[in-house]
């Protein structure tokens, strides 16, 4: 049995559960969230407890699979409706900055154009500076897939360090050419 897979998920108050066929609908504070699980697995609310139950019929390596990561999921959906999940991005170089207009986020970041990324539904970006960006959303998927696009615009290179980082992210740096003295 999975380890991951066999706990009961709590769901807290304030929460709205609804499950139909084989999909789940989780509304909350922080948002409305829907998602469909693969057919081979059961999914369970018991209001009175309210805890949800994921469970899978036989242990076939599919099933097996399935089973932790349909748990995972829903957790994920339940944590985000009540405090989104949120990721932090600085931009580190000389004239390297961020702003933004209406609906998307534009990046300078040492290309000849700016570059305008729109920014996706149900996720609000935050700049408190020109060099800080943080992303906040319930969908914790579309918050990280946003981040990892604008840190692609311009990852962070290992000589000088210069590029768009996670806010915890370590950059290995090289030495650069050594000039023979001679």
């Not at 609908?25 to 697995?41: A, Y």
């Not at 469970?55 to 959906?77: F, K, V, Y």
């Not at 970006?125 to 998927?141: A, R």
């Not at 840190?151 to 290179?157: F, H, K, L, T």
Request: aromatic residues 6%; glycine residues 10%.
């Amino acid at each position: 049995m999975s380890r991951i897979g066999r706990k009961p998920i709590s769901v807290p108050a304030g929460v709205e559960v609804s499950i139909s066929g084989n999909s789940i609908t989780v509304k909350g504070s922080g948002g409305e969230l829907k998602w469909q699980w693969e057919p081979e697995m059961q999914v369970e609310y018991d209001g009175e407890v309210r805890e949800i139950s994921v469970s899978r019929p036989n242990d076939e390596r599919r099933c097996r699979a399935l089973h932790g990561m349909t748990r995972s999921l829903i957790n994920n959906m339940v944590e985000g409706v009540t405090n989104p999940f949120q990721k932090k991005l600085e931009i580190q170089g000389v004239g390297y900055n961020a702003t933004l207009a209406g609906d998307k986020i534009n990046l300078q970041v040492g290309f000849a154009n700016t570059i305008a990324l729109p920014v996706p539904s149900g996720v609000t970006c935050e700049l408190p500076d020109p060099t800080h960006i943080v992303i906040k959303g319930p969908d914790k998927q579309v918050v990280g897939q946003f981040a990892a696009d604008i840190r692609s615009v311009r990852p962070p290179e290992p000589y000088k360090g210069k590029g768009i980082r996670y806010q915890d992210e370590h950059v290995r740096r090289k030495a650069g050419k050594a000039f023979a003295s001679g």
